[in-house]
């Protein structure tokens, strides 16, 4: 049904509702836990399953097309920088156990705070460049790609 | 109303939906504005939203140009053969141009790129992907948009844009409710840059009840992107140019990893190839410029992905489907096989789901494809979107009026979806567009073109009245009957959207009609959409997420006024295999080698259609054939 949570785990704390692109993960007033109000809006994304901190949440593929009996896993590790997956066919005849990495760097490093660098230059603002280039953006030295450095024009309606 | 009213004033650009696209454009502005007020709002949570919320198994769009792979006038060429020659060249040079620095800040920023062992370079799945690990790409990109963002609002879905009330055209901001609250919220802003999503959901898709959800491009890419800017006047391009998916059957699941890089292929239901024997007929229908297979094989230019299409289209119809994908040669490669599944995981682990479900290990056997339901979006195979200006320096005067990827509406900036005649970007390219809509967007603040905004109250509070209507209308009504869906005055957003997938499909090229139209078929189409729309004016919603789906239903209506519009207009059967007009069933380059532009006048909702012309990147020495691959 996509998405579906065991009674027994949930203690309605949340994190899938308020991660849930398709806003269809929501508390039950009854029960006080979560579950999928509108399955036919669930992509499946797992998002929800991966924020699960009790591993309360799995997936039941569609019902219009997936037979009863598989399983497909997931255990995201943010302190380790990984995911972990495993697959378990209807027929019992194949298991599959896959891990890869989800960030190179600790959470929050990575990225800059813009506010903080070098403002840009007059020169920069009037230019073609984005923040950080040229950088990355050539094979040789030089500035922006344009149509006079490559050679090129626009013509209008020319058939190629 | 019981809700409050929660205003945010002074802000400077303001950035509507945070996907890729609008990330790209938060994280710039704060470089180019380091003392404007930016803020986010965002209809889910900005650490999971959009159409990378599930993960990316490859970056679909770098150049490597540092590396000396390609130029962007390369990627230009590509695009443009792959969409029949419909693209805007300065638009896609200027992403391309710049797509390499963003994705080699992804990798700064923490992104697993895989690497080539031998040339250390990003490990390439095809001429322009790169493969990745990209389970948390969306928590990533979300980090260093809301570093620089000065607030995220998440969970508000931005329902229309403010106008300003001195000046004729141009944009003040936004109006919206909070999903978990029901607040309502208004956005003051001297710039908008509309990055919300392309639009799933307006056709029929192949699946039924429960399985509805598994739509090739999210369920929640509501159209936003369309709805927001059509409903301010914005012009419109290419709005007719939907695409259809050929992918695994039901789970949808990508095939580009499986073809470029596993080097599988596909087959009839007899074990043949079938796509050539369809080209000599394809060809009486597009001309030998855009399908010539003998210069395709020798130089490697590629197929267009529709006539792909129209050749699987063609042969399932012929009684020889399913198509396979021969799968069972690479996956006896324990290290292939392993990709072919992290492939799913990374990006569309439903079809991971579907196979364990079914027992179909690709390992012995070889799982179907199907042709998907057509989809309204921008940054995939297909270019539908607002008609923005492009940069200075690349473009010619009928596609520049100042501001780089500003609409025909002043101060409305587009990224992503959201900007039309620019496909083949991808996650990186419309991060890529948000980044230069943000530069531009704060240089139009610059230049004093946001002074003297002013908007009425009495604009603020009648689109409050607007937004809640539905409310107002489930209650009034709710207790004329006992109990249940069915009420004589009211539909609730499901029926609604019922009924525009049936006659999106019926009426303007859905699956159960093997995407064909004609003339009469679009203008009985346009004509229930008008019902329809009258009965928008009457949806209800018993709650606040019942809300939601009404807004994001009127979004998707008045995208798909705007394709039935678009596909009346362009008079030639264009994209074989993404759609058929039976009434002019030949590609016309005398007539309709042009872009189509239209605007809805959002007071009376009448259209004005209008064709602009098509101007191609050439070499100065008059050259610009070579091909791309």
């Known amino acids: ?103 190179t760097k600790p959470w929050g490093s990575g990225t800059p705070q813009l506010r903080e660098v070098e403002a840009p230059s007059k020169e920069q603002r009037d230019s073609q460049l984005l923040f950080n280039e040229p950088k990355y953006i050539r094979f040789d030295e030089g500035d922006i790609h344009t149509l006079e450095s490559n050679g090129l024009k626009m013509q209008q309606g020319v058939n190629y | 109303m019981k809700y409050d009213t929660i205003v945010e004033d002074d802000i400077d650009i303001l950035v509507c939906g945070a996907g890729l696209g609008g990330t790209g454009a938060a994280f710039e502005a704060r470089y180019w504005g380091q003392d404007k007020k930016i803020i986010i709002a965002e209809k889910a949570n900005i650490d999971r939203s959009g159409a990378v919320a599930q ?132 956005f003051k802003s001297k710039t908008v840059v509309v990055s919300a999503g392309g639009a799933s959901n307006i056709f029929k898709p192949r699946s039924v009840g429960e399985g509805a959800g598994r739509v090739w491009y999210a369920p929640w890419s509501s159209g936003s992107a369309y709805g927001l800017l059509i409903g301010a006047g914005a012009k419109m391009t290419q709005m007719e140019n939907r695409i259809v998916l050929a992918r695994f059957k039901d789970g949808y699941g990508p095939v580009g990893a499986y073809f470029l890089h596993l080097k599988t292929y596909t087959q009839n239901g007899l074990g043949e190839e079938y796509e050539s024997k369809w080209w000599p007929s394809l060809q009486e229908i597009v001309g030998k410029e855009y399908l010539d297979p003998e210069v395709s094989h020798l130089t490697h230019r590629p197929i267009p992905t529709c006539l792909r299409n129209h050749a699987f289209i063609q042969e399932v119809n012929a009684g020889r489907g399913p198509i396979h994908m021969v799968t069972m040669e690479a996956f006896q490669d324990p290290h292939l096989e392993e990709i072919g599944w992290h492939n799913f995981l990374g990006m569309t682990v439903g079809q991971a789901v579907l196979w364990a479900s079914t027992d179909v290990d690709p390992k012995y056997e070889n799982p179907e494809l199907t042709t998907s339901e057509p989809y309204v979006m921008g940054s995939h195979a297909t270019g539908c979107g607002a008609w923005c200006s492009g940069p200075s320096d690349l473009s010619p005067p009928e596609y520049y009026w100042g501001y780089n990827r500003m609409t025909t509406v002043e101060g409305l900036f587009g990224a992503g979806d959201a900007v039309g005649g620019t496909p083949h970007a991808f996650s990186s390219g419309s991060f890529t567009e948000g980044r230069i809509a943000a530069k531009a967007a704060c240089q139009y603040i610059d230049d004093g073109k946001a002074e003297g905004i002013s908007i009425s109250e009495e604009q603020i509070e009648r689109r409050k009245e607007e937004i809640y209507k539905p409310m107002d209308t489930y209650n009034v009504y709710r207790n004329e009957i006992t109990a249940g869906s069915v009420n004589p005055n009211y539909i609730n957003p499901r029926q609604a959207l019922d009924r525009l997938q049936k006659l999106m499909d019926e009426y303007a090229g859905g699956v159960t009609v093997s995407y064909m139209t004609n003339e009469k078929l679009l203008n009985i189409g346009l004509k229930k959409l008008k019902l329809l729309e009258e009965d928008l004016e009457k949806v209800a919603a018993e709650d606040i997420h019942e809300l939601l789906r009404a807004w994001e239903i009127k979004h998707r209506h008045l995208t798909s006024e705007a394709v039935v519009q678009h596909t009346l207009f362009r008079k030639e059967t264009r994209w074989p295999g993404y759609y058929y007009r039976g009434d002019c069933m030949k590609l016309d380059d005398k007539n309709w080698h042009v872009l189509t532009v239209s605007r809805r006048d959002p007071e009376s909702g009448e259209y004005t259609m209008e064709k602009a012309p098509l101007y191609h990147l050439v070499d100065v020495d008059g050259k610009g054939k070579e091909d791309a691959a």
């Open chain 1, 1 to 103: 049904m996509p998405t579906f949570v065991y009674m027994t785990r949930c203690d309605g704390c949340g994190h899938c509702v308020d991660i849930c692109p398709s806003d269809i993960m929501h508390i039950d007033k009854t029960t006080r836990r979560a579950y999928n109000i509108e399955p036919n809006m669930c992509w499946e994304c797992y998002s929800c399953v991966k924020a699960c901190p009790h591993q309360a949440i799995d997936v039941r593929g569609y019902a219009d097309f997936a037979p009863l009996g598989h399983s497909v896993r997931v255990k995201r590790d943010e302190e380790k920088g990984v995911i972990a997956w495993r697959i378990k066919f209807r027929n019992g005849e194949k298991e599959m156990d896959l891990l890869a990495p989800i960030t």
């Open chain 2, 55 to 186: 993960g990316l198994y490859a970056i679909n769009c770098y150049m490597g140009t540092r590396f000396g792979e390609n130029n962007p006038e390369d990627h230009v060429r590509y695009a443009r053969i792959d969409l029949m020659g419909m693209v805007r060249e300065d638009l896609l040079f200027d992403m391309a141009r710049h797509v390499d620095s963003t994705v080699h800040q992804f990798e700064e920023w923490g992104l697993p790129l895989m690497k080539d062992p031998d040339s250390g370079n990003y490990l390439r799945e095809g001429r322009w992907q790169i493969m990745i690990h990209g389970e948390s790409y969306k928590p990533i990109v979300a980090e260093a948009a809301k570093k620089s963002a000065d607030k995220v609002y998440n969970r508000i879905c931005v329902t229309h844009l403010l106008m300003d009330d001195s000046k004729k055209n141009r944009v003040a901001g936004a109006v919206g409710f909070n999903v978990r609250t029901g607040n309502y919220h208004v």
